[in-house]
């Protein structure tokens, strides 16, 4: 088994407010092998975005990293100077956020953005940089490159802005790409076109992705595993074949049952009940307890760790089995 | 007053916007007018009770075609009739004011369409007031309206759509947004309406809330006896919600056809290519066509056929010639037509 | 970058908070207090706002009661001063009134005028700015000409003008009782372009947004939509520019009195105060233009700094 590319271990991410400290993250721990695409899944309010924050050293104050670690190939980067975070960025790390339209800068050209990327993070000479990127657009299926790499973003459509942002984010090859909704303000025609091009090229440059999305059925596409998330913690993750066919934990299993599907008019679509916890009223125990048909006692009380389900893991009670928690270490005490 | 089975008719509905440039500009600069067709020609009846869902990718018009149906920007050309009346061309502001009493309108961002600075009880109410009648009340216009009969009534409206009566207190900056949806729905339903337009109710709304939002409209429609024009982007849903839909793109209804038969047998290109274009869920792995280009601008759509440049069947006449909506399906070359046997080339 | 988004209760979760309660939790109050400098200010307004309100109670003497004023009294320097009088605080000017009297009272009349030509051009401004914002158009044109052409006359020419025009129209009757009404009017018309132009931008804004199509869809007049929907959501700003702007009218009264176009000097602001006084600065008696400056100096700074103050604690707000 490989070293792992990317490794977060009990990542916690607070944010200091008036009424005192407000845990945004609590304890999230996974891993991204090198060239593999993570999906990171989970609704609004459940932290998704701000993990890849946390990764790529962009998180706003008053939030911090209050706990844990992020290592990058082996090296500590979420304790990292300012300075040095900034080289890892782009050059390690390459990022996609959501919105092409604000990701480029309007007043510049289209090409002077790759190549200004280009030449901070390697020792090519300006046409060389040029002739890299004019490859890299190609790459993306920009067509009529001489004329469209001077032009400016908002000639653009915008599909092909989001591949020109694609194209910024590998042009340093960086070994993880961390992707923000990319494909969310996109028309759906469009969206499978550039999860298309995100495929490919990630392939082709073996760089890793973390793709962080609301929408189940991007995932579905793209990713190899897949982590689901809720109220900042990791509630499953594991093969995205498995968990989206055959759901473990509970709040997945509820959220894929209440996605339409195209294959036909149901009587009533799923619903799990109520909403996610506001993040400074997160139940005790397992987050998700209020709203879970499967709860019992111990979920009400204590917070499942993720356990191991096969080659998948599970954060819940249900399926514990073999983990000497105390309560089982009390029972055979008592014996 | 028998009720028809076709309470919506739309004929021929056109938008057209003006964005040239200033006279002076155009006049130094010798630019032509330039036109934004945001709906060109639009033909669809909806009959009571049912759902009508149209889909469409943006630029395709639908935002435009929802608020010219329920009133709220002037047609082009064309008709609106609800129950057989247009409402541009009354003049009796009674009979204008009973249209608006029929129909409602759900929008697409909870977070925009309720006053911030208005108590959710209030929001509610508003409606009641503006028609001057308590629930299910005679056509009275002026008639005086307890405050506690309206109060009973946003109370119910309230308990309908699974909210709380001391919900009615609280300001929208204190709901979620699927609630914040649920108060827009009691909006709609306080002046009993017969026909509702949603544009993208769920749009905004995660799946979770999306799946509550949509049960809970499908068993008003159950209740009371609705009809909806259901506005959207995402097949599912309407896979899920509409019995009847039409496809739209750069401001044309390119095939209408019973959910069933759209989903299963897809007649336009278009159609086959948003279906193939969804991402697979169910990961069944099927077959799907290669997917290119992108719409292009409405202020210059292509000659002929809107889709001639994206579609995979198009062939000299789609350039020159534009498709009908005939047997509802607007394409020389439809799918499921005699020359799509197996053969390309021209006729 | 996206902040986690707080969730609010959940339906059924009906505790509704008092009024008061709610007030004294919120972000608004907290900034208040957290900033000991704007507390200041606010306390200091306050006073001078008081003792301007309850002036006739609280001052020692009424100044301009020419049977309590004895020119034997007259240009005393301050108590604590060389050759102070007990009687007078702050000293005496040259008619023998009570300095920190006249003070007192001609706070009252600056604040008075302050505050009705801000709401003078507040309410033009507003109603203004709603109609070109929704209307759009050529009457939004008009309306918007109509300001630009208003912006090149500044407040001390409007007042001449119109000063000229009521002495020619009401033909020289009461002369103080049409200069209390031409300050406010002049120094009223000098501010409502900047709200108009506020104004019409969030209308524009707020007129897109989707409760705004609710409203129409029912059927309300634009009138209705205007002043029950629209007007409470743009609202915010204009706050800002009323406590900043009552600074300015303040100056700007002081600096017509001071000029002799003001009031008369038998119903004296703090500028008429300062003018009077000027005259006797270089002859030592330096107490009558000192005092008055100060107070107007203190005034005009606490309310600057209540603006500032609230212009920045506004600013997440607003959308």
């Known amino acids: 088994m490989t070293d792992p590319l990317l490794s977060v271990r009990d990542l916690r991410v607070e944010f200091a407010t008036r009424r005192g400290p407000l845990v945004a993250l609590d304890g999230i721990s996974f891993d991204i092998a090198p060239g593999e695409i993570l999906g990171v899944v989970g609704e609004s309010g459940a932290g998704k975005s701000l993990t890849g924050l946390a990764i790529i050293g962009l998180l706003d104050p008053p939030g911090h990293i209050a706990a844990g670690e992020i290592t990058l190939s082996g090296r500590r980067i979420d304790n990292l100077a300012p300075a040095e975070m900034r080289k890892i960025r782009g050059r390690r790390i390459g990022m996609i956020f959501q919105d092409p339209l604000t990701s480029l800068n309007p007043l510049l050209r289209v090409g002077e953005h790759l190549i200004e990327t280009i030449l901070a993070h390697s020792s090519l000479t300006p046409r060389q940089a040029r002739e890299r990127a004019i490859a890299l657009l190609d790459e993306v299926g920009i067509p009529a490159l001489e004329k469209r790499i001077d032009g400016y973003p908002h000639e653009f459509s915008g599909g092909m802005r989001q591949r020109v942002v694609i194209a910024l984010a590998l042009c340093a090859e960086p070994a993880l790409v961390i992707a923000d909704e990319p494909t969310t303000a996109l028309d759906v025609s469009v969206q499978a076109q550039i999860i298309a091009v995100l495929k490919k090229l990630t392939r082709e440059h073996g760089a890793a992705v973390m793709l962080i999305t609301h929408d189940m059925g991007v995932i579905a596409e793209t990713a190899d595993r897949v982590a689901v998330m809720y109220a900042g913690r990791i509630a499953e993750i594991g093969k995205v074949g498995e968990v989206v066919r055959e759901p473990l934990h509970p709040y997945a299993k509820g959220l894929m049952?209440?996605?339409?599907?195209?294959?036909?008019?149901?009587?009533?679509?799923?619903?799990?009940?109520?909403?996610?916890?506001?993040?400074?009223?997160?139940?005790?125990?397992?987050?998700?307890?209020?709203?879970?048909?499967?709860?019992?006692?111990?979920?009400?009380?204590?917070?499942?760790?993720?356990?191991?389900?096969?080659d998948r893991s599970a954060a819940c009670w249900l399926y514990d089995r073999g983990e000497a928690p105390a309560v089982a270490r009390g029972i055979e005490a008592r014996r | 007053m028998s009720a028809p089975a076709e309470l919506v008719a739309v004929r021929d509905l056109k938008c057209v916007f003006d964005v040239s440039k200033p006279w002076i500009s155009r006049l130094i600069d010798r630019e032509p007018r330039r036109l934004l067709r945001a709906v060109d020609g639009v033909d669809f009846t909806i009959r009571r009770g049912e759902t009508f869902g149209i889909v469409g990718e943006s630029g395709s018009g639908k935002s435009t075609l929802a608020r010219m149906v329920v009133g709220l920007l002037r047609p082009s050309a064309g008709q609106v009739l609800i129950s057989g009346v247009d409402m541009a061309a009354t003049r009796d502001p009674l009979a204008r004011r009973d249209v608006r009493r029929r129909m409602q309108m759900i929008f697409q961002d909870p977070y925009a369409s309720l006053n911030p600075r208005w108590r959710a009880g209030d929001i509610i109410a508003e409606p009641i007031f503006a028609f001057g009648r308590g629930a299910g009340g005679a056509n009275g216009a002026g008639k005086a309206l307890g405050k506690v009969k309206v109060q009973a009534r946003v109370d119910e409206l309230l308990r309908l759509v699974g909210l709380d009566r001391a919900d009615g207190r609280k300001y929208p900056h204190e709901f979620s947004g699927g609630q914040r949806q649920r108060i827009a729905i009691a909006r709609a339903l306080a002046s009993n309406p017969d026909f509702i337009v949603c544009d993208e109710p769920t749009s905004a709304l995660?799946?979770?809330?999306?799946?509550?939002?949509?049960?809970l409209m499908r068993d008003l429609q159950?209740?009371?006896?609705?009809?909806?024009?259901?506005?959207?982007?995402?097949?599912?849903?309407?896979?899920?919600?509409?019995?009847?839909?039409?496809?739209?793109?750069?401001?044309?209804?390119?095939?209408?056809?019973a959910s069933e038969a759209l989903f299963a047998r897809p007649r336009h290109h278009y159609t086959r290519m948003l279906l193939d274009a969804v991402p697979d869920l169910a990961m069944s792995g099927r077959a799907r066509t290669p997917v290119g280009g992108e719409a292009p601008n409405p202020i210059d759509p292509p000659p002929g056929c809107p889709f001639h440049p994206r579609c995979p069947r198009a062939a000299e006449r789609c350039k020159h010639e534009t498709p009908l909506l005939r047997d509802n399906v607007a394409c020389h070359f439809p799918l499921d037509g005699p020359e799509s046997q197996g053969r390309s080339g021209e006729r | 970058m996206s902040q986690p988004t707080l969730e609010p209760a959940k339906a059924g979760d009906s505790s509704p908070r008092s009024f008061v309660g709610g007030l004294a939790d919120s972000d608004l109050v907290a900034s208040f207090l957290s900033q000991k400098i704007i507390v200041a200010a606010g306390a200091i307004t306050l006073v001078l706002v008081l003792a301007a309100i309850f002036a006739p109670w609280v001052a020692p003497t009424n100044p301009f009661n020419p049977a309590t004023n004895f020119l034997i009294d007259s240009l005393t320097p301050p108590r604590f001063a060389a050759g102070g009088d007990a009687r007078f605080l702050l000293g005496t000017d040259d008619q023998g009134r009570d300095m920190a009297s006249a003070i007192l009272y001609g706070l009252r009349v600056s604040l008075t005028i302050g505050v009705l030509s801000v709401l003078l051009g507040g309410a033009i401004g507003i109603t203004l700015g709603l109609i070109a914002g929704y209307a759009g158009g050529w009457i939004d044109a008009v309306i918007m000409r109509v300001a630009d052409v208003q912006l090149t006359f500044p407040a001390i020419l409007i007042a001449l003008l119109l000063d000229g025009l009521a002495q020619a129209i009401?033909?020289?009757?009461?002369?103080?009782?049409?200069?209390f009404g031409v300050l406010v009017v002049s120094i009223g018309l000098s501010f409502w372009v900047q709200y108009a132009r506020t104004v019409r931008g969030s209308t524009m804004v707020e007129k897109n947004r989707d409760y705004v199509q609710a409203a129409r869809l029912i059927g309300l007049s634009p009138a209705r939509i205007l002043a029950r929907h629209i007007l409470p959501n743009v609202m915010g700003p204009v706050l800002v520019i009323a406590t900043i702007n009552l600074a300015i009218a303040i100056i700007t009264e002081a600096t017509l009195s001071f000029l002799g176009v003001g009031l008369p000097p038998t119903q004296p602001s703090l500028g008429t105060l300062i003018r009077i006084g000027q005259n006797f600065l270089f002859s030592g008696e330096w107490w009558i233009v000192a005092f008055p400056s100060l107070t107007l100096a203190i005034l005009v700074l606490a309310v600057n700094l209540l603006g500032d103050w609230l212009r920045d604690a506004l600013n997440p707000r607003l959308k």
């Open chain 1, 257 to 310: 049952a209440a996605i339409p599907t195209l294959e036909g008019r149901l009587a009533r679509l799923a619903q799990i009940p109520g909403s996610m916890p506001r993040l400074s009223a997160i139940p005790q125990g397992c987050a998700f307890n209020p709203r879970c048909p499967e709860a019992f006692d111990r979920c009400r009380v204590e917070r499942p760790p993720l356990l191991a389900v096969g």
């Open chain 2, 206 to 215: 995660d799946v979770s809330i999306q799946a509550q939002i949509l049960n």
């Open chain 2, 222 to 257: 159950d209740q009371l006896g609705l009809t909806y024009l259901l506005i959207t982007h995402n097949l599912a849903v309407v896979r899920h919600m509409a019995t009847r839909v039409g496809v739209m793109y750069l401001g044309r209804l390119v095939e209408i056809a």
């Open chain 3, 170 to 179: 009401l033909k020289n009757s009461n002369r103080e009782e049409t200069a």
